[in-house]
């Protein structure tokens, strides 16, 4: 084949051009360090890259904000956690003192009004509290606070409770208004001294209330718009189902300014009733006749309640945060259903298909006990200072009396106050001893939810300690496979410039020849 000088210059051309192009990429790698700039260049090392860049950019979204975020979750529920286990420690010393002592009347109401301050900080400060706007304790309705913001009398709830046989407390109970009164002869006062030895003999030696506390006061004695119960209680035990109820007239419902709310008994004899439990609505509590609680204790059963609530005050608990409930608003003549709240859990994405719960619930970290015990409290506080006062009276009529006959008589009276007196303040001792009790246990309760958020905060920093490990790999990985060694990319730019530099010599020397040159 003839060789003409058109195609050798065509072919030194392409060197030329071959050699520039090898000398431009070996500028980009040397200038960007990397060893393609397009996916054309090397599609294996393209498709590694791609696949390296996503697991980066998911292993930055898990360490970076969702693992970062559930810490700092956590964090703020601990917090809101220590805080209340630190005020159970105050409440506790309160307690002890009202449990183990005869506090005057303003010690006794200082020490009420102070224990009541730390139960509202318990809920309102923080069992209430948010992070980042978002409800921390209320499971997956984080935009609904866990109190009432405001009192509200348009709502109405029929609330289911659950409850163990052990939930059964008892209660020793005085029924007592016997008081001086002016006029009252000596022989009245003889009838008073009597009955009043005869109360004092039966509350002595009589056996103890069984009671239940439901976690409201100031319960409603009708059904919600719409429904037909007032008070169910569901009784559990092996297949075996019983219902004790209004409608079926083994409940009766009375308030606890009804005589002999609290004794089911008396009331039963002198009402000509048979009831087996009595509804004290406005307590909201629950007096169990003998035979159901013996039932209950035998059996060790289980039992639900169902009643209603229809006022609301500022602060108190929802009750869909804690209770399966139908809740009729009067306003809107709307029904709402709401589950039972458990496992309410909001889940972090912390890992390749790995999730984790980040929240704790209320109803799993602060009982509302804490109220009810309050209320009881205040309850038998108040007998304490009614007798005071009813003894008090006794002994300004004494002091502005000379007959020596009713004197006489006053005296009788008040030694037998004296003695009730020494029954309410026993009394008023052993329900400060239960809220001490009760201190204990939602203690327990709060250190339960406490140590699950720890080993939950523990888990999650070890995933969060492996996903950064695996992150650092993957930027060695990523790094490896598309970033040149600064050594690599001067040796390459140095032969891509020597060869370029030799393209043009060559050509220049070929290209140069003419006719005379072959002559």
């Known amino acids: 084949m003839r060789v003409t000088n058109s195609m050798i210059s065509n072919r030194s051309q392409v060197h030329i051009s071959n050699a520039k192009n090898k000398m431009l990429t070996a500028e980009e790698q040397y200038t960007t360090m990397k060893k393609i700039q397009r996916p054309s260049e090397d599609p294996t090392i393209a498709s590694r890259s791609l696949k390296f860049r996503t697991t980066m950019a998911q292993l930055t979204q898990y360490v970076e904000k969702n693992v970062q975020d559930a810490m700092d979750w956590m964090d703020t529920t601990e917090g809101a956690m220590k805080k209340v286990s630190s005020t159970f420690t105050d409440m506790e010393g309160y307690f002890s003192q ?25 809920f309102e400060d ?90 409201y006061n100031n319960c409603s004695n009708q059904p919600i718009t719409g429904g037909n119960n007032v008070f169910r209680m569901s009784l559990t035990y092996g297949n075996t189902t019983e219902e004790y109820s209004v409608d079926n007239g083994k409940v009766g419902v009375v308030s606890q300014n009804d005589a002999y709310a609290y004794d089911i008994d008396r009331y039963n004899q002198v009402n000509g009733t048979n009831y087996e439990a009595l509804y004290i609505y406005d307590a909201g509590e629950i007096v169990l006749g003998k035979t159901l609680y013996g039932t209950i204790q035998e059996k060790e059963a289980n039992f639900s309640i169902d009643y209603t609530k229809n006022k609301f005050e500022k602060s108190d608990i929802r009750p869909e945060m804690y209770f399966k409930c139908d809740r009729y608003d009067t306003v809107s003549m709307k029904n709402t259903y709401f589950a039972d709240p458990s496992d309410q859990n909001i889940n972090y994405e912390v890992n390749f298909s790995q999730t984790l719960t980040v929240n704790t619930q209320a109803k799993d970290a602060f009982d509302t006990e804490i109220y009810r015990c309050l209320d009881y409290i205040e309850r038998v506080i108040g007998d304490v200072t009614d007798v005071e ?101 001067v040796i390459g730019l140095t032969q891509a410039d020597n060869l370029h530099q030799a393209s043009l010599s060559a050509t220049a020397k070929i290209l140069g020849n003419s006719l005379l040159d072959y002559i």
């Open 98 to 122: 009202g449990a183990n002592s005869y506090p005057e009347s303003k010690e006794r109401t200082a020490i009420l009004t102070q224990l009541r301050q730390y139960a509202t900080a318990i």
């Open 126 to 215: 923080n069992a209430n509290a948010d992070y980042a706007g978002r409800y921390m304790f209320t499971g997956y309705r984080t935009d609904t606070s866990l109190l009432f913001p405001n009192s509200s009398d348009t709502l109405e709830y029929e609330i289911t409770e659950k409850f163990k046989s052990t939930d059964i407390d008892t209660i020793r109970n005085v029924e007592s208004d016997i008081k001086y009164q002016d006029g009252m002869t000596q022989e009245e006062y003889a009838k008073l001294d009597a009955l009043r030895k005869q109360i004092a003999s039966l509350q002595m030696d009589e056996t103890e209330k069984a009671r239940i506390q439901l976690s």
């Open 389 to 489: 006062n009813r003894i008090a009276d006794v002994e300004k009529k004494i002091a502005n009396t000379s007959d020596q006959d009713e004197i006489a008589s006053l005296g009788t009276l008040k030694t037998s106050l004296e003695n009730e007196q020494q029954l309410r303040v026993s009394i008023m001792n052993e329900a400060f001893g239960r809220g001490l009790t009760m201190v204990n246990k939602c203690e327990a309760t709060l250190n339960v939810a406490v140590a699950e958020l720890g080993a939950k905060y523990n888990r999650l920093q070890m995933t969060q300690d492996r996903l950064s490990d695996e992150k650092t790999d993957t930027e060695e990985k990523l790094s490896n496979n598309e970033d040149m060694d600064i050594a690599d990319a």
